[in-house]
Protein backbone atom coordinates (compact mmCIF):
# COMPACT_ATOMS: atom_id res chain seq x y z
CA UNK A 1 0.00 0.00 0.00
CA UNK A 2 1.48 3.67 -0.92
CA UNK A 3 0.51 6.25 1.28
CA UNK A 4 -0.32 9.59 -0.40
CA UNK A 5 0.64 12.76 1.12
CA UNK A 6 -0.72 15.88 0.79
CA UNK A 7 2.64 18.50 0.88
CA UNK A 8 2.57 22.67 0.29
CA UNK A 9 6.67 22.49 -1.27
CA UNK A 10 8.45 20.85 -3.74
CA UNK A 11 11.03 20.52 -1.48
CA UNK A 12 8.73 18.35 0.53
CA UNK A 13 7.91 16.68 -2.29
CA UNK A 14 11.80 15.62 -3.08
CA UNK A 15 12.47 14.30 0.35
CA UNK A 16 9.74 12.48 0.39
CA UNK A 17 9.67 10.42 -3.02
CA UNK A 18 10.29 7.05 -1.57
CA UNK A 19 9.31 3.52 -1.65
CA UNK A 20 6.11 3.13 0.02
CA UNK A 21 4.81 7.48 -0.37
CA UNK A 22 3.42 8.98 -3.23
CA UNK A 23 3.77 12.65 -1.74
CA UNK A 24 1.39 15.12 -3.97
CA UNK A 25 2.21 19.16 -4.10
CA UNK A 26 -0.79 20.95 -3.22
CA UNK A 27 -1.06 24.01 -1.05
CA UNK A 28 -4.14 25.02 0.98
CA UNK A 29 -4.06 28.90 -0.06
CA UNK A 30 -2.33 28.34 -3.53
CA UNK A 31 -4.20 25.66 -5.17
CA UNK A 32 -7.25 26.82 -7.17
CA UNK A 33 -9.39 23.27 -6.99
CA UNK A 34 -9.86 21.30 -3.60
CA UNK A 35 -7.12 18.63 -2.80
CA UNK A 36 -7.32 15.25 -4.45
CA UNK A 37 -7.70 12.42 -1.88
CA UNK A 38 -4.84 11.93 0.17
CA UNK A 39 -3.88 9.74 3.77
CA UNK A 40 -1.91 12.64 5.16
CA UNK A 41 -2.07 16.30 5.05
CA UNK A 42 0.75 18.29 5.77
CA UNK A 43 -0.20 22.12 5.55
CA UNK A 44 0.65 25.42 6.99
CA UNK A 45 -2.55 27.39 8.22
CA UNK A 46 -4.35 29.35 5.20
CA UNK A 47 -4.14 33.13 5.36
CA UNK A 48 -7.32 33.47 4.21
CA UNK A 49 -9.81 31.79 6.92
CA UNK A 50 -12.43 30.99 4.35
CA UNK A 51 -9.75 28.26 2.95
CA UNK A 52 -9.61 26.15 6.46
CA UNK A 53 -12.90 24.32 5.55
CA UNK A 54 -11.03 22.53 3.01
CA UNK A 55 -9.26 20.52 5.02
CA UNK A 56 -12.94 18.92 5.74
CA UNK A 57 -13.32 17.97 1.78
CA UNK A 58 -10.13 15.70 1.59
CA UNK A 59 -11.31 11.78 1.16
CA UNK A 60 -9.87 9.53 2.76
CA UNK A 61 -7.92 11.64 5.24
CA UNK A 62 -6.37 10.25 8.28
CA UNK A 63 -3.88 12.31 9.62
CA UNK A 64 -2.85 16.01 9.58
CA UNK A 65 0.48 17.39 10.49
CA UNK A 66 1.12 21.25 10.82
CA UNK A 67 3.89 22.99 9.84
CA UNK A 68 3.42 25.54 12.98
CA UNK A 69 2.82 25.91 16.64
CA UNK A 70 -0.93 26.65 16.27
CA UNK A 71 -4.06 24.16 15.93
CA UNK A 72 -7.03 25.91 17.19
CA UNK A 73 -8.13 27.17 13.41
CA UNK A 74 -7.96 23.24 12.14
CA UNK A 75 -10.20 21.51 14.80
CA UNK A 76 -13.54 22.18 13.73
CA UNK A 77 -12.71 21.22 10.20
CA UNK A 78 -10.73 17.62 11.50
CA UNK A 79 -13.21 15.16 10.50
CA UNK A 80 -13.61 12.18 13.44
CA UNK A 81 -10.84 9.81 13.85
CA UNK A 82 -8.09 12.05 12.26
CA UNK A 83 -5.28 12.78 13.92
CA UNK A 84 -3.30 15.50 14.35
CA UNK A 85 0.47 16.22 15.26
CA UNK A 86 1.99 19.83 15.27
CA UNK A 87 5.73 21.19 14.73
CA UNK A 88 6.83 21.98 18.69
CA UNK A 89 10.17 22.55 18.69
CA UNK A 90 10.88 23.65 15.17
CA UNK A 91 9.35 27.65 15.38
CA UNK A 92 9.68 28.59 19.17
CA UNK A 93 12.92 29.84 18.97
CA UNK A 94 13.00 32.04 16.02
CA UNK A 95 9.21 33.60 17.09
CA UNK A 96 11.47 34.53 20.42
CA UNK A 97 13.90 35.98 18.14
CA UNK A 98 11.68 38.11 16.24
CA UNK A 99 9.61 39.35 19.38
CA UNK A 100 13.19 40.61 20.86
CA UNK A 101 13.54 42.79 17.96
CA UNK A 102 10.14 43.92 17.86
CA UNK A 103 10.74 45.33 21.50
CA UNK A 104 14.21 46.78 20.76
CA UNK A 105 12.93 48.47 18.00
CA UNK A 106 10.02 50.03 19.83
CA UNK A 107 11.81 50.74 23.01
CA UNK A 108 14.90 52.67 20.82
CA UNK A 109 12.82 54.05 18.35
CA UNK A 110 14.08 52.98 15.53
CA UNK A 111 11.32 53.65 13.25
CA UNK A 112 11.43 57.09 13.76
CA UNK A 113 15.34 57.09 13.90
CA UNK A 114 15.10 55.50 10.15
CA UNK A 115 12.90 58.47 9.45
CA UNK A 116 15.46 60.81 10.41
CA UNK A 117 17.75 58.82 8.22
CA UNK A 118 15.50 58.86 5.00
CA UNK A 119 15.38 62.65 6.07
CA UNK A 120 19.07 62.50 6.27
CA UNK A 121 18.93 64.48 9.51
CA UNK A 122 21.51 64.22 12.43
CA UNK A 123 19.23 63.97 15.44
CA UNK A 124 20.51 62.67 18.97
CA UNK A 125 17.62 60.31 20.03
CA UNK A 126 16.50 59.42 23.69
CA UNK A 127 14.75 56.48 24.04
CA UNK A 128 13.74 53.69 26.61
CA UNK A 129 15.76 50.24 26.91
CA UNK A 130 14.69 46.79 28.03
CA UNK A 131 18.12 47.44 30.85
CA UNK A 132 16.02 48.33 34.27
CA UNK A 133 12.54 48.48 32.60
CA UNK A 134 9.22 46.02 34.36
CA UNK A 135 8.56 43.38 31.88
CA UNK A 136 4.83 41.23 32.11
CA UNK A 137 5.47 38.12 29.90
CA UNK A 138 2.03 36.60 29.36
CA UNK A 139 3.00 32.76 28.44
CA UNK A 140 4.96 29.88 29.64
CA UNK A 141 4.84 27.53 26.92
CA UNK A 142 7.40 26.99 24.08
CA UNK A 143 7.41 30.89 22.96
CA UNK A 144 7.43 32.01 25.96
CA UNK A 145 10.15 30.50 27.77
CA UNK A 146 12.30 31.13 25.14
CA UNK A 147 11.00 35.02 24.77
CA UNK A 148 12.26 34.81 28.62
CA UNK A 149 15.43 33.25 28.41
CA UNK A 150 16.67 36.10 25.83
CA UNK A 151 15.20 38.55 27.74
CA UNK A 152 17.37 38.12 30.73
CA UNK A 153 20.59 39.29 29.85
CA UNK A 154 19.34 42.37 29.12
CA UNK A 155 18.67 43.13 32.73
CA UNK A 156 15.28 43.88 33.17
CA UNK A 157 14.34 45.08 36.48
CA UNK A 158 11.32 42.43 36.88
CA UNK A 159 10.30 40.28 34.23
CA UNK A 160 7.36 38.69 35.39
CA UNK A 161 5.66 35.74 34.16
CA UNK A 162 2.03 34.61 33.74
CA UNK A 163 0.07 32.05 32.41
CA UNK A 164 -3.31 30.28 33.11
CA UNK A 165 -2.04 28.01 36.14
CA UNK A 166 0.40 29.10 39.08
CA UNK A 167 3.02 26.65 38.79
CA UNK A 168 7.13 26.38 39.10
CA UNK A 169 8.64 25.42 35.38
CA UNK A 170 10.67 23.02 34.49
CA UNK A 171 13.40 26.18 34.41
CA UNK A 172 12.94 26.73 37.76
CA UNK A 173 11.34 30.30 38.01
CA UNK A 174 7.84 31.00 39.12
CA UNK A 175 4.61 31.24 36.80
CA UNK A 176 2.18 33.59 38.57
CA UNK A 177 -1.51 32.68 37.39
CA UNK A 178 -3.54 35.49 35.13
CA UNK A 179 -6.02 36.60 37.97
CA UNK A 180 -2.47 38.14 39.44
CA UNK A 181 -1.50 40.22 36.58
CA UNK A 182 -3.94 43.39 37.36
CA UNK A 183 -1.51 43.87 40.43
CA UNK A 184 1.48 44.10 38.18
CA UNK A 185 0.14 45.53 34.94
CA UNK A 186 0.09 49.17 36.03
CA UNK A 187 3.87 48.95 36.82
CA UNK A 188 4.82 46.93 33.74
CA UNK A 189 6.73 49.19 31.00
CA UNK A 190 6.38 46.29 28.30
CA UNK A 191 3.65 43.46 28.26
CA UNK A 192 4.53 40.77 25.64
CA UNK A 193 1.89 38.03 24.83
CA UNK A 194 2.71 34.65 24.15
CA UNK A 195 -0.05 32.92 24.86
CA UNK A 196 -2.30 31.09 21.85
CA UNK A 197 -6.05 31.62 20.97
CA UNK A 198 -8.60 29.97 23.37
CA UNK A 199 -11.84 30.99 23.98
CA UNK A 200 -10.36 31.68 27.38
CA UNK A 201 -7.85 34.18 25.74
CA UNK A 202 -10.17 35.86 23.40
CA UNK A 203 -10.00 39.57 23.93
CA UNK A 204 -8.39 39.00 27.21
CA UNK A 205 -6.37 42.69 26.01
CA UNK A 206 -9.33 44.30 26.21
CA UNK A 207 -10.26 48.37 26.99
CA UNK A 208 -10.19 47.55 30.39
CA UNK A 209 -7.00 46.11 30.27
CA UNK A 210 -5.24 48.62 28.25
CA UNK A 211 -6.42 51.10 30.39
CA UNK A 212 -4.38 49.49 33.51
CA UNK A 213 -1.72 49.94 31.68
CA UNK A 214 1.22 52.37 32.62
CA UNK A 215 1.47 55.62 30.89
CA UNK A 216 4.14 55.09 27.46
CA UNK A 217 4.26 51.30 28.02
CA UNK A 218 5.21 49.05 25.18
CA UNK A 219 2.23 46.42 24.09
CA UNK A 220 4.21 43.21 22.14
CA UNK A 221 1.94 40.93 20.43
CA UNK A 222 3.67 37.41 18.92
CA UNK A 223 0.78 34.95 20.07
CA UNK A 224 -2.82 35.57 18.39
CA UNK A 225 -4.67 38.91 16.96
CA UNK A 226 -8.15 37.79 18.43
CA UNK A 227 -6.33 38.15 21.84
CA UNK A 228 -6.27 42.08 21.77
CA UNK A 229 -9.47 43.98 21.01
CA UNK A 230 -8.50 45.84 18.23
CA UNK A 231 -10.49 48.68 18.41
CA UNK A 232 -9.64 49.50 22.02
CA UNK A 233 -5.94 49.12 21.45
CA UNK A 234 -6.03 51.87 18.39
CA UNK A 235 -8.11 54.43 20.36
CA UNK A 236 -5.29 53.87 22.96
CA UNK A 237 -2.29 54.25 20.33
CA UNK A 238 -4.40 57.44 18.87
CA UNK A 239 -4.61 59.05 21.97
CA UNK A 240 -0.68 58.53 22.03
CA UNK A 241 -1.01 57.10 25.86
CA UNK A 242 0.29 53.43 24.66
CA UNK A 243 2.95 51.76 22.11
CA UNK A 244 2.48 48.75 20.13
CA UNK A 245 4.62 46.14 18.12
CA UNK A 246 2.66 43.24 16.27
CA UNK A 247 3.91 40.34 14.36
CA UNK A 248 -0.31 39.40 15.09
CA UNK A 249 -3.55 41.31 14.04
CA UNK A 250 -7.39 41.00 14.30
CA UNK A 251 -8.10 40.91 11.53
CA UNK A 252 -5.63 39.07 9.56
CA UNK A 253 -4.11 39.76 7.19
CA UNK A 254 -4.94 43.28 7.98
CA UNK A 255 -6.80 44.65 5.11
CA UNK A 256 -5.03 47.36 3.03
CA UNK A 257 -7.51 50.69 4.25
CA UNK A 258 -7.60 49.29 8.14
CA UNK A 259 -6.97 52.17 10.52
CA UNK A 260 -3.85 50.63 12.75
CA UNK A 261 -1.38 50.71 9.85
CA UNK A 262 -1.20 54.60 10.42
CA UNK A 263 -1.43 54.34 14.22
CA UNK A 264 1.15 56.55 15.78
CA UNK A 265 3.65 54.19 17.58
CA UNK A 266 2.97 51.05 16.83
CA UNK A 267 5.15 48.54 14.46
CA UNK A 268 3.42 45.92 12.21
CA UNK A 269 4.93 42.78 11.02
CA UNK A 270 2.73 40.06 8.68
CA UNK A 271 3.01 37.60 11.14
CA UNK A 272 6.36 36.41 10.23
CA UNK A 273 8.14 35.84 13.37
CA UNK A 274 8.37 31.85 12.90
CA UNK A 275 9.26 33.14 8.68
CA UNK A 276 13.65 32.08 8.90
CA UNK A 277 15.34 29.96 6.76
CA UNK A 278 16.13 27.82 9.92
CA UNK A 279 12.59 27.79 10.96
CA UNK A 280 12.17 25.89 7.38
CA UNK A 281 14.81 23.50 7.46
CA UNK A 282 13.78 22.22 11.28
CA UNK A 283 9.48 22.11 10.26
CA UNK A 284 10.77 20.36 6.96
CA UNK A 285 12.50 17.72 8.66
CA UNK A 286 9.95 17.12 11.55
CA UNK A 287 7.41 16.39 8.52
CA UNK A 288 9.86 14.43 6.82
CA UNK A 289 10.60 12.36 9.69
CA UNK A 290 6.16 12.44 10.93
CA UNK A 291 5.30 10.56 7.48
CA UNK A 292 7.90 8.23 7.17
CA UNK A 293 6.93 7.28 11.06
CA UNK A 294 3.10 7.04 9.98
CA UNK A 295 3.59 5.04 7.12
CA UNK A 296 5.62 2.71 9.32
CA UNK A 297 2.80 2.69 12.09
CA UNK A 298 5.18 4.34 14.98
CA UNK A 299 4.43 6.36 17.50
CA UNK A 300 4.18 10.02 15.99
CA UNK A 301 5.99 13.36 17.95
CA UNK A 302 3.44 16.47 19.02
CA UNK A 303 0.69 14.80 19.20
CA UNK A 304 -2.33 16.84 19.91
CA UNK A 305 -5.13 14.26 18.93
CA UNK A 306 -4.59 10.70 18.99
Known amino acids: MTLRVLVPWQRLVDELTIPGI ?5 HINDDPEDAPPADVLVTERPSNPQLRSR ?10 HLLSLGYEWVLEHLPEEVTLTNSKGAVEVATAEHCLALILAS ?41 RSRLLPFKPAELTVFARTERVHEQGFRIHSLDRLWAFLPLADVVI ?31 RGP ?45 MAGDTGQFISLVSELAVNQVIDFVRGEELANRVIN
Open 193 to 223: IALPHTQETEQLIDAQFLSAMKNGSLLVNVG
Open 107 to 147: LRQLPQVGQQQRERQWTRTWSSSLHGSKVVLLGAGGVGSEI
Open 22 to 26: KPILW
Open 55 to 64: VARIKGLKHV
Open 227 to 271: IVDTGAMFLELQSGRLHAALDVTDPEPLPADHPLWSAPNCIITPH
